[in-house]
């Protein structure tokens, strides 16, 4: 009888602190290999219109929110709609707007794509590109190799095009963190009224052990 009422005090435990993590938390999965070939991940985080039950406000958006260990370099890799989302019974124009961001930076890896079966879904979407500014830069030049009958003569002209490089949808994890699904519904619906919904997120995660 003891056993099994510290058993069932177990399970009752258990139900309780699955209640009270966030939706869609630590519910990464790894791939197999052949997933890794094909998507070029690591993980996925696949997420339902069944995470949406909780968001019955019109015109709210929702965060739901993944931990990322410390020391882990994410790589966004892309998002593939496996079924689009749709509220069904309504007659506004439906939609269902994902970002993905880091918590600091709300569109890091995915900038706003649109879910929601109205026409207008998207798919298949990879992660931002990087992206190059080129700047101008100038040098002022005098006594080329040492010439010293050129100390009249300057010349002044643009000689390098300074390139800095910005790699988008890439981060390093120094310290534990997250990364942040935001849905946003039509302004006439909430998120909760849709029926039918899945999209899967690919990640490359990589954690060093210091």
């Known amino acids: 009888m003891k056993k099994k009422c510290r058993l069932i005090g177990l399970v009752a435990l258990l139900l309780m602190a699955m209640a009270v993590l966030p939706a ?14 094909r998507f070029g991940a690591t993980h996925a985080w696949t997420l339902t219109y069944k995470d ?15 931990v990322v260990a410390a020391n882990t370099a994410v790589f ?16 506004y ?12 930076d709300t569109d890091l890896f995915l900038a ?19 992206t190059y500014a080129v700047t101008s830069a100038s040098a002022s030049i005098t006594n080329i190799l040492g010439v010293t009958n050129v100390t009249a003569a300057t010349v002044v002209t643009n000689v390098t095009a300074a ?11 120094s310290s534990a963190g ?5 849905f946003t519904p039509n302004t006439e619906e909430a998120l909760s009224q849709n029926v039918k919904g899945q999209v899967t997120l690919y990640l490359q995660l990589i954690t060093v052990a210091k």
């Open 93 to 104: 124009t439906g939609s269902c707007a994902l970002i993905v961001g880091n918590g600091t």
């Open 178 to 182: 997250v990364i942040v699904a935001t």
């Open 24 to 37: 869609g938390a630590n519910d990464y999965r790894q791939l197999s290999i052949s997933e890794m070939a």
């Open 112 to 130: 706003s794509t649109e879910l929601a079966s109205d026409g207008s879904e998207v798919y298949v979407k990879y992660g931002p590109p990087s």
């Open 163 to 173: 390139v800095t490089g910005t790699i988008l949808g890439h981060v390093l994890y």
């Open 76 to 91: 966004f890799k892309g998002m593939v709609l496996n079924d689009a989302f749709s509220v069904e019974t309504t007659n």
């Open 52 to 66: 949406f039950a909780a968001s019955t406000s019109t015109n709210t958006a929702l965060a739901i929110t993944n």
